[in-house]
T-cell receptor, first 118, second 111 residues
């Protein structure tokens, strides 16, 4: 079974530039998450999708971040414009079940995108 | 108070010894608990899930859960150099359906 796929793996941009990250979850997984991980810290949730619906985006900085999962499969996370503090690893994860139906919902992570904003 | 707390380490153990990692959580209603292993420069990899009080063993790994004490631990038996990594404790928050992660404990297994 293929794992979560993310691209690009690395991205270096100048501040104020836009950037986009793409994620394809494990086949059949209904729930998709975007996390941000800063050095020396655990991942922090940005947004959670159940199928194509964003059911938890409370931690997403909406002035500059946006996300979509139009057909309930792959997803894109965008930052525009990027700031120096956005430098981090952006992780995508997926779960097989809808979170609302199970609190025992294991999450599987993709390889991540390491973003550096100069 | 942080939702999930771990000792940051580093925890250094000799090869073949037992590594013991601890994690405490603040929300008494939490129902599911996970341990992830993260090698330097890589993404978190799920290694253990535990939902009931007691012990759960998988190979050289044992997870222990005590909900009354709000405490979950991970034991790594017969530690190998390949176990050198950061171990993240994650707790499923009740009514919120999201995982809250600790900052991780870095383990170094010395040959």
């Amino acid at each position: 079974e293929a794992g979560v796929v993310q691209s690009p793996r690395y991205k270096i941009i100048e501040k104020k530039q836009p950037v986009a990250f793409w994620c394809n979850p494990i086949s059949g997984h209904n729930t998709l998450y975007w996390y941000r991980q800063n050095l020396g810290q655990g991942p922090e949730l940005l947004i959670r999708y159940e199928n194509e619906e964003a059911v938890d985006d409370s931690q997403l900085p909406k002035d500059r971040f946006s996300a979509e999962r139009l057909k309930g499969v792959d997803s894109t996370l965008k930052i525009q414009p990027a700031e120096l503090g956005d430098s981090a690893v952006y992780l995508c994860a997926s779960s097989p079940r809808l979170a609302a139906y199970s609190s025992y919902n294991e999450q599987f992570f993709g390889p991540g995108t390491r973003l550096t904003v100069l | 108070q942080k939702e999930v707390e771990q000792n940051s380490g580093p925890l250094s153990v000799p090869e073949g010894a037992i590594a013991s990692l601890n994690c405490t959580y603040s929300d008494r209603g939490s129902q599911s608990f996970f341990w992830y292993r993260q090698y330097s420069g890589k993404s978190p990899e799920l290694i253990m899930s535990i939902y009931s009080n007691g012990d759960k063993e998988d190979g050289r790994f044992t997870a222990q859960l005590n909900k009354a004490s709000q405490y979950v631990s991970l034991l790594i038996r017969d530690s190998q150099p390949s176990d050198s990594a950061t171990y993240l404790c994650a707790v499923n928050l009740p009514y919120d359906y999201k995982l809250s992660f600790g900052a991780g404990t870095t383990v170094t297994v010395r040959a």
